[in-house]
């Protein structure tokens, strides 16, 4: 009798499909940072091996991998390049979100797009005021469909992206949007001035106009209230660059060390890799890629048993986002020390532009402001004190003081 069961992908079989392709994205990354250089090509070559449709399952084209599997891989992603990562976060929130959707067509239709190859993007966060209150981006009638119009900030991976996830307001109600990037009205700009993670194509989106057929209305989003994975899912995008920002940083030090025949005269060694200063370093530097990695997959496991509870399940969800919290402060601290030690290997020479070392601190910072830690640090130890709600939903931009708004 032949088992009809899915095919269960094994880490091996990703490995000899992902592994030339990562080192091939790795070849250019420091050309791209210096040129600055959006990775079009290397997104497009994502594509054509279905590294979007890792979760999607087997039966509809995808892989079928687990949550530990995707980011696995995506911590080797992010060491071969730090922006795509980040710039595919909301995409595979969106693959999740059709694979708790109820069974029906829309499932099953976008499962296969996004088998075949199609990307999505977002443009959630807006500049300014931004949406403490209600998003400005406006969801309207407009004859027998709907006119979005609005600005949006931070539309990380968009311009990769063949459909883009608009946060909007309708009547005071917070929904999401589904919207074509080509889409006539749809304006995108990679003015994204940040110091680091500069080819994520964070930029500023604007919608005039843009025509939304009932069909591309997703919902309330996750601006409602209540737990959900979400949060802890997109922190953990995050936290993957970072582990795959500190196994580069690792490999980049353990290379520029192992060609140096410069050192200095009170030196221990006569060569760098011989003198156990350096020694330590490296070895350091090793001990924070591991840690940053195994705090990642830690969360994924716990992420693994609330997906497959359907995400329904309270406790668990508070399990997660506690977790991803958690890790969060733990990684950014490791990471942002080993990007910054590294430098500790060599005089004036390691920091020549032409090697570039200095886009790990600096892409590893610029990660680390997301969500900032101060505030998750609060919350945990909060939540840990006083059994107080952790923070599953929240938006950037000016807030009230109850003074002022009496």
């Known amino acids: 009798m032949t088992s009809t069961a899915p095919k269960y992908v094994s880490d091996t079989e990703l490995d000899e499909i992902f592994a030339p392709i990562f080192e091939r994205i790795a070849a250019g990354a420091v050309e791209r ?8 090509d290397e997104v497009s070559w994502l594509k054509e091996a279905k590294f979007g449709a890792l979760r999607v399952p087997v039966e509809h084209g995808g892989y079928g991998v687990s949550v ?3 980011f696995r891989l995506l911590i080797d992603l992010a060491a071969a390049e730090s922006n795509l990562p980040q710039a595919l976060r909301v995409h595979f929130v969106f693959v999740e979100d059709q694979l708790l959707a109820e069974l029906g067509p829309a499932r099953e239709n976008w499962l296969r797009a996004v088998s075949d190859g199609a990307l999505v993007g ?11 209150d209600r998003y400005r981006t406006t969801l309207t009638a407009a004859g027998d469909a709907w006119a979005l119009n609005g600005v949006k900030y931070y539309s990380t991976g968009s311009l990769y992206a063949d459909h883009i996830l608009v946060a909007a307001d309708r009547d005071g109600e917070r929904l999401g949007i589904l919207v074509d990037a080509n889409a006539e009205g749809v304006r995108q700009h990679d003015d994204w001035d940040g110091f680091g993670q500069r080819l994520t194509a ?6 005039t ?24 899912y997109l922190q953990l995008f995050q936290l ?13 030090a353990r290379e520029w060390v192992s060609a140096r025949t410069r050192t200095y005269t009170h030196a221990a060694a006569d060569l760098p890799r011989e003198d156990p200063l350096v020694q330590q370093v490296i070895g350091r530097l090793s001990a924070a890629a591991f840690a940053a990695r195994a705090s990642v997959l830690a969360v994924a496991d716990v992420l693994d048993e609330v997906l497959a509870q359907g995400a329904t399940d309270e406790k668990l969800l508070i399990a997660a986002e506690l977790a991803a919290g958690q890790a969060q402060l733990g990684v950014i601290d490791t990471v942002l020390a080993a990007t910054t ?3 500790e290997l060599g005089g004036a020479s390691i920091v020549a532009e032409r090697h570039q070392l200095d886009r790990h601190w600096r892409n590893a910072r610029t990660i680390s402001v997301h969500n900032p830690a101060i505030f998750k640090a609060r919350s945990i130890g909060d939540h840990l004190l006083n059994g107080t709600d952790l923070p599953f939903a929240w938006s950037a931009g000016e807030r009230k003081s109850q003074d002022a708004a009496r």
Do not use: C, H, M, W
Not at 122 to 132: D, H, L, M, R, S
Not at 240 to 252: C, H, P, S, T
């Open 209 to 232: 106009n843009v025509a939304v057929s009932e069909d591309r209305i997703l919902g309330p989003g996750y601006g409602g209230p209540g737990a959900t994975y979400a949060t802890s």
């Open 33 to 40: 940072e210096t040129d600055r250089r959006l990775p079009y």
């Open 202 to 207: 964070s930029g500023t989106t604007e919608f």
């Open 240 to 252: 993957a660059v970072l582990a795959g920002i500190a196994k580069r940083a690792e490999r980049d």
């Open 341 to 343: 030690q590294l430098f």
């Open 68 to 70: 530990r599997q995707l």
């Open 122 to 132: 977002n443009a959630i966060t807006e500049p300014g005021v931004g949406a403490v």
